[in-house]
């Protein structure tokens, strides 16, 4: 027999019982979809993270007090201070740093237009408006005048300013009372990541030497975020400030810094790394269903072979090769997987469109994982598919001729 004859062959037996093979692919469909909806999904997140976490720029560092980051986002640690902050800013030998942020923070009651409400407000020093790079809506950001001269002035944030005052309002030269003492509205700040913005635009921020003598009443800071000139100098720089931060903190050799340094650009690998290994264990599980899959077109195969044992037999006794009985039924459980493979990539592609559009995240398809897709749909039709193939392929004319 030729191989065009057994392909046309294999095709009509499969289109016999329509039904049964579309239910048998099926596993397959739910497989294949499953793992290329789900690594595209996972490539989208990363890159909307990626690209998230781009925009506050690769060059900044940011250093947090305590020992883990847990302890410093509690607020639980005081082990970093204003005075740390200035001596990284006026160590003339920190030559590749170009910014220094630093931010005090803590919840506040911020009441206008009888309306109260608890807030985080953040002290920054003008470099805060370098770092987290907001649109300024109405009027300006938090300067040097309004911090050398202690102004009792505040830059909200989007949300807080439809909270007290409502949307599309400009609030410049309002009050505001912060714990009870007026300040002085001078801009309205909006965070457009969609990663931080949901947090920072509805924060209040004020000159930092008033958080700390009017609302704080101490001096220890949350955060101090640093640009540097040359991210490839990063690694130094990183090293070079905490060299000096432990001689200020009289930390000696082998004892554990009591402050955390980390790097966007550490912060980005990380994300990945977790994203990528959680898109992995997920696909694998998705995975499963692809041997469900090759079980059930094994199943199938071997009640092929029972139902079509005279025609086996016919074809046997009419000059048919134990080789072409074998080729016929593994074509047909390719035929059967590499169809519901191809079936399950386009279902897998258009899902992770849509959903790429209703999340707002990239769509990304990866063609590796597409190709692996088509791979393992073959290999489970020649995988399953050949041990009911050699069994069709073993019987004997004469017993398959007699078979009732």
């Known amino acids: 027999m030729e191989y065009k004859e057994v392909l046309l062959a294999s095709i009509q037996a499969l289109r016999v019982n329509i039904l049964r093979t579309l239910l048998t692919m099926l596993g397959i469909i739910i497989g294949i979809s499953s793992v290329i909806l789900i690594v595209s999904i996972g490539q989208g997140a990363v890159s909307f993270v990626t690209n998230e976490l781009s925009a ?6 940011s250093i947090n007090p305590g020992a883990s980051l847990i302890s410093a986002t509690a607020g639980g640690s005081n082990t970093l201070t204003l005075d740390d902050a200035d001596a990284i800013k006026n160590d003339k030998s920190l030559t590749n740093i170009d910014k220094v942020a630093t ?16 807030l985080l ?14 649109d300024i809506t109405y009027g300006e950001f938090i300067s040097e005048d309004n911090i050398l001269g ?11 300013v439809e909270t007290f005052f409502g949307e599309d309002t400009d609030p410049t030269g309002e009050r505001v009372k912060i714990n009870n003492i007026p300040f002085r509205i001078i801009g309205v700040a909006e965070m457009t990541s969609v990663l931080f913005g949901g947090v920072l635009n509805n924060v209040v921020y004020i000159p930092i030497n008033v958080m700390f003598d009017q609302i704080l ?26 060299n000096l931060l432990r001689d200020r903190h009289n930390l000696k050799e082998g004892e554990e810094n009591d402050f955390i340094i980390q790097s966007f650009q550490d912060l980005l690998s990380t994300t990945q ?16 269903s692809l041997v469900v899959g090759g079980v059930g077109v094994m199943n199938i195969m071997f009640v092929s072979v029972t139902e079509r044992t005279k025609e086996i037999g016919l074809l046997k006794a009419i000059g048919a090769k134990e080789k072409d009985i074998l080729t016929q039924f593994l074509i047909e459980a390719v035929v059967m997987t590499l169809l ?14 849509l959903i790429s559009l209703v999340v707002g995240i990239p769509f990304v398809v990866s063609p ?3 190709i692996l897709a088509v791979g393992v749909s073959m290999s489970v039709g020649i995988v399953f598919g050949i041990y009911p193939a050699k069994r069709a392929a073993d019987l004997s004319p004469i017993d398959a001729l007699r078979y009732e």
Do not use: C, H, W
Not at 56 to 61: A, E, L, R, Y
Not at 103 to 118: M, P, R, T
Not at 273 to 288: H, P, W
């Open 56 to 61: 506050f720029g690769t060059n900044i560092f």
């Open 103 to 118: 931010v005090g923070q803590g919840s506040v009651k911020v009441s206008a237009n009888g309306i109260d409400k608890s």
């Open 121 to 134: 407000a953040q002290g920054v020093t003008q470099e805060m408006y370098d770092v987290i790079k907001p």
């Open 150 to 160: 202690s102004e009792k002035v505040v830059v909200l944030g989007i949300d807080a």
């Open 217 to 242: 009443g101490r001096e220890y800071v949350q955060e101090v975020d640093i640009s540097v000139k040359d991210s490839n100098l990063m690694n130094q720089t990183i090293a070079d400030v905490e």
């Open 273 to 288: 790394t977790i994203t990528n290994l959680l898109t992995l264990m997920v696909a694998a599980i998705s995975a499963i």
């Open 340 to 353: 519901g493979g191809i079936i399950g990539i386009a279902l897998g592609v258009f899902g992770a469109f």
């Open 368 to 370: 590796l994982a597409i």
